[in-house]
C-alpha cells in the first residue's frame, strides 16, 4: 500500500491513474486553493487530509510519502547570490515544492509543468529546478554532474517532455515530467503508442444547444485575427491542446464544425410543415425526438432520394428556431468531452458536475494533468 500525497491536486489526476492501475495506495492529503477544484476532487477521492494552501501547511504533520505529485505553476525566480540554490526560488511556489520534498524525503516524486518550462527565463528556471533536486548527491538523466549548490536535495531525477495524443488521448498536448526517486535507480520514459481514437470519438451525442454559436459569434470569431478557426472533425483527428481559461476566451478554444449533410435545408423543412396531412402517413406529420425510445420506421433503399419515405429526427435538445438551423453547426467542446480529453471517464465526470458549474469544469479540465499520460508514467515505476 503505496502512501500518496499531492500538491495543486485539482481534480486527482494521479489519484485516477492509480485507480486504473490497481495499484493499492492510500491518500494521505491532497492540497489545492481553488475551492471548486477542491469540490471535484472530493466527489472522487476521499484523502485523510485536504489542505487549502501549500505555503501554510506544517510539512512536518505529514508521515513520510512513497509518491509525492505536484503539478506547479512556473514563475521566474530572482537572482539571490552566486550560488543561490533554494534561496533563487524563495517566494515562488517550487520553493514551497522542494521545501516539502526537503522535509518529506519521499521515496518517489513527480513534478509536471509546461513545456515551456525548458526555455522560460532563456533556461535558467529549468536549470535552477534540477540544481534543486539533483545537487547533493544526485543524477539527471543517468548522468552525475557538477554540484553548483550547497543545498541540493540529492535526488536522481528524471526529465521528459511527453504529449498526451502518444498515449491513447487525442490532445495535442506536450507537458514535462521531472521524476525523482530518493535511492538510484533507472527509469525509461513510458514509449509512445499507436494513437487509435480520433477526436470525434470523444464527442457527445446530441450535445446542449447552449453549446452552439449564434451566427453574431460565428462572424466574430471569423474576424478575430486571434482565432483559432473552426475544427472540422471529420478532417482533424486531435484536439488542440486544453486550456483553464477556454469558458472564458471563446478566440482560445477549440470549437466543432459539425457535419450539416444529414441536415434537412430550410426549403425541405418549409415543404414538409406545408403537406403535413400529405406526408403523415409516412413519418411527417410530426418530427420524431430522438431523446426517447422510439422505433424507427422501417429504412426504406430510396430514403436519400426520397427523405419523405423516412424517419426525420427533430434534435430536441438544439430546437429549431427563427433563425436557420445552420446556426446550430458550430460549437464549442462540452465539459464533458473536455475531460474526456484529459482521460477521466464519465461517470468521474459526472459526478463532479454535481457540485460545480460548466464554466469550472472546463478550467478543471483544462488545469488537469492528463490521466492516460500519468499512467503510464506510475506503469512504468510500479509495475515495470
Same mark, same amino acid.
Given at each position: ?199 470525434? /470519438? ?7 444547444? #447552449?453549446? $452552439? &454559436? @449564434?451566427? %453574431?459569434?460565428? *462572424?466574430? =470569431? ?29 478566440? /482560445? ?7 450539416? #449533410?444529414? $441536415? &434537412? @435545408?430550410? %426549403?425541405?423543412? *418549409?415543404? =414538409? ?42 434534435? @430536441? ?68
Amino acid at each position: 500500500m503505496i502512501k500518496v500525497g499531492t500538491d495543486f491536486s485539482g481534480i486527482g489526476s494521479p489519484e485516477a491513474a492509480l485507480k486504473r492501475l490497481n495499484i493499492p495506495h492510500h491518500n494521505v492529503f491532497a492540497c489545492d486553493i481553488d475551492k471548486y477544484a477542491k469540490k471535484s476532487f472530493l466527489e472522487l477521492n476521499s484523502p485523510d487530509l485536504f489542505y487549502d494552501d501549500i505555503t501554510t501547511r506544517d510539512y512536518k504533520e505529514v508521515p513520510q510519502l512513497d509518491l509525492y505529485v505536484a503539478g506547479f505553476p512556473c514563475q521566474s525566480f530572482s537572482l539571490a547570490g552566486k550560488r543561490g540554490g533554494f534561496n533563487d526560488t524563495r517566494g515562488t511556489l517550487f520553493f514551497n515544492v522542494a521545501e516539502f520534498i526537503k522535509v518529506n524525503q519521499p521515496a518517489c516524486f513527480i513534478l509536471e509543468n509546461v513545456k515551456g518550462l525548458l526555455s522560460h527565463d532563456n533556461g535558467r528556471t529549468y536549470q535552477t529546478i534540477t540544481d534543486v533536486l539533483t545537487n547533493g548527491g544526485g543524477t539527471l538523466n543517468g548522468q552525475m554532474g557538477m554540484d553548483t549548490i550547497d543545498d541540493g536535495l540529492g535526488y536522481h531525477v528524471y526529465t521528459k517532455v511527453l504529449n498526451t495524443k502518444d498515449y491513447g488521448i487525442p490532445q495535442n498536448r506536450e507537458r514535462i515530467f521531472i521524476v525523482g526517486f530518493k535511492h538510484w535507480r533507472t527509469f525509461n520514459f513510458p514509449v509512445k503508442l499507436p494513437l487509435k481514437l480520433k477526436l470525434k /470519438d470523444m464527442l457527445q451525442d446530441n450535445p446542449n444547444s #447552449k453549446f $452552439y &454559436l @449564434s451566427n %453574431k459569434r460565428i *462572424k466574430t =470569431l471569423e474576424s478575430n485575427k486571434r482565432s483559432i478557426g473552426f475544427t472540422d472533425t471529420n478532417k482533424k483527428n486531435i484536439a488542440n491542446c486544453l486550456i483553464a481559461s477556454y469558458y472564458k476566451l471563446p478566440t /482560445d478554444g477549440e470549437y466543432i464544425k459539425v457535419d450539416d #449533410k444529414y $441536415y &434537412l @435545408s430550410d %426549403k425541405m423543412l *418549409k415543404f =414538409l410543415n406545408n403537406h403535413k396531412e400529405k406526408y403523415k402517413e409516412s413519418g411527417f406529420g410530426r418530427f420524431k425526438p430522438n431523446n426517447g425510445n422510439e422505433i424507427a420506421r422501417c429504412l426504406r433503399a430510396n430514403a436519400a432520394l426520397c427523405p419523405t419515405d423516412n424517419t426525420v429526427i427533430a434534435h @430536441s435538445l438544439y430546437p429549431r428556431s427563427s433563425k436557420t438551423e445552420k446556426d446550430k453547426k458550430i460549437r464549442r467542446l462540452t465539459p464533458l468531452e473536455c475531460w474526456r480529453l484529459q482521460g477521466f471517464t464519465d461517470e468521474e465526470f459526472y459526478k463532479a458536475q454535481k457540485v460545480n458549474s460548466d464554466s469550472q469544469l472546463y478550467k478543471q479540465a483544462g488545469n488537469s494533468i492528463t490521466v492516460n499520460v500519468m499512467t503510464a508514467i506510475l506503469k512504468k515505476i510500479y509495475l515495470s
